[in-house]
């Protein structure tokens, strides 16, 4: 209310300030570290030609490479979706000795270099596994990678709407009749669902450019094992910079799709939610 | 940082005591003895070195784009070619006395312990039941060299050209894992992965000096592996004078102590027992020379491998 006192050209003047240059800064920056880049790859993708684009992205194996590592990022979201929920409902609402602890080791996988990361579950689960487990060099060692490479992030999204909850809401529900299931289907799911989409939508996107750990555990055999981004790299390779460029597009294509489908999603959710 | 890095970089091609050198990944062992060496000769007194080393194509393409380069040493001539065509490397970088090779070495199979496989020739590695790791061709620039080995190898054996691309077809029935370079490739061998590896014949004795439970086979006939070195239009003088000093024997004995074959006869002469000749040893000009091998095998849209890894979808089924 006392704002409303304050005269309307001081106002404009105190709110245009701040509100014109941070704009600018925000808009400056993310050109020059995420828009340029885009728009160079665009343009490099794009100079080569619609036949050029057609030909490289209709290639059979480019087309295997592409299957395998959107079918593998599906599935690693929808995994990761579930058991992810999981785990940050168990962070949030049970106690149990060392909870803080796995709480911070959540975050490792960001911190490990993909390489490294390769190389530990390769070492877990090759064909020397300790604990008798060899799924390297097969589709399920891309599935294994992408999941260890893509974890935290349905949980770092999940956690802070579980911790905002209220549980009141909960508690009505219980005291009108409610069962579990049904109180996590109507009022639980509703609330966690835009943060699972946007956990998981992070996660595709992570997924289908991922190169380091996948290199090295899923043995790169074409039309089988060769993801995606190892395929763009035997195309850089070969001097073949306009099939690079063209998968590329497509990556970045579907991501974009699936990221503005989210969001869309996401809105209906809140609408729906009110 | 950035400024620092192009700060460096201009003042380096203009600094005769300063060697910007990019090399491919296996000669970096070699290269933390061969520069204190040099160090201590008249040349070599107060040069300072940078040193960068990674995939031999990746290294090519950051020169070309443009990181700061006197010296390159690359896993084949192909990725010096592009410094050419960039004109960053004059085009007579191989008219000296070696053709512009600054070290051998062979491809040859490695084997686990006692060689359970009984494999000894290039057929061996298409009998039933026998699992063969060699990189990616086409993400590996460098194991493009075992492509031409088992190639040339048939051609020796009397085969056709035609027979010969058929093995090769075969040889990748045989691949189980098809990593993106060949350091990786040893990996997964030394993982447990295979019978048999197609490697070079340096990083094989590396790999059982640095006490890998492997045994090393020299097949009957093999390609000899010529890594080329070259200066570049802009290096400095100390650039060039570390190049020079390369092919002097003090320093092509150092390589031939650290799993390299010399290409200085006088030198190659001393490490005979070291280096064992298989029978039939050719080279990549035997075989018509690289650029019509690279258009010919290892075009991307169009070549003998790439049909070959098109032929592993129709088998494998997806």
Known sequence: MASEAIPAPRRSILGAAPSGVAPGIAITYLSLIVLLPLAALLWVSTGYGWDQFKEAVTAPDAVAALKLTFGAAFAVVAINGFFGTIVAWVLVRDEFVGKRFLNAVIDLPFALPTIVAGLTLLTLYGPQSPIDLNLAYTRKAVILALLFETMPFVIRSVQPVLLEMERDMEEAAASLGANRLTTFRRIILPTLMPAILSGGTLAFARAIGEYGSVVLLSGNVPFHTEVASVHIKSQIESDYTAGAAALSLVLLGVSLLVLLTMSYLQRRGLRHAR | ?318
């Open chain 2, 1 to 318: 940082m950035l400024a620092a890095a192009c700060g460096s970089s201009s003042s380096a091609s203009s600094n005769k005591d300063k060697v910007n050198l990019v090399a491919y990944s296996t000669p970096e062992p070699v290269y933390a003895k061969l520069i204190p060496a040099f160090e201590k000769t008249s040349a070599g007194k107060g040069v300072s070195f940078t040193q960068s080393y990674g995939s031999s194509g990746d290294q090519s393409r950051a020169v070309a784009a443009g990181q700061p380069a006197d010296v390159v040493h690359f896993a084949l001539a192909p990725d010096i070619e592009r410094l050419v065509e960039s004109k960053l490397v004059s085009s007579n970088w191989d008219q000296n006395k070696y053709n512009g090779i600054v070290a051998n070495s062979l491809i040859v199979f490695v084997v686990r312990p006692g060689n359970p496989k009984h494999i000894t020739t290039w057929n061996d590695l298409t009998k039933p039941g026998v699992s063969v790791i060699t990189p990616n061709p086409f993400t590996s620039g460098g194991a493009r060299w075992n492509i031409m080995a088992a190639y040339g190898a048939q051609l020796k054996e009397g085969k056709t050209p035609a027979q010969a691309e058929a093995y090769l077809n075969t040889l990748f029935h045989h691949v189980a894992v098809q990593d993106d370079k060949a350091s990786a490739a040893l990996q997964t061998f030394t993982g447990g992965k295979g019978d048999v590896l197609i490697s070079y014949e340096q990083d094989a004795l590396l790999a059982k000096q640095s006490g890998a439970n492997i045994d090393i086979v020299y097949p009957p006939q093999t390609i000899l592996v010529q890594t080329p070195l070259a200066t570049t239009i802009k290096s400095s003088a100390a650039g060039q004078a570390f190049a020079k000093w390369l092919w002097t024997p003090p320093a092509q004995t150092i390589m031939a102590e650290n799993g390299y074959r010399s290409v200085v006869p006088s030198v190659a002469a001393k490490f005979t027992t070291l280096y064992p000749t298989p029978p039939t040893v050719f080279t990549i000009d035997d075989l018509g020379g690289w650029d019509s091998a690279m258009t010919k095998f290892f075009d991307p849209t169009n070549s003998v491998m790439q049909k070959i890894e098109s032929n592993l979808g129709v088998s494998t089924g997806g």
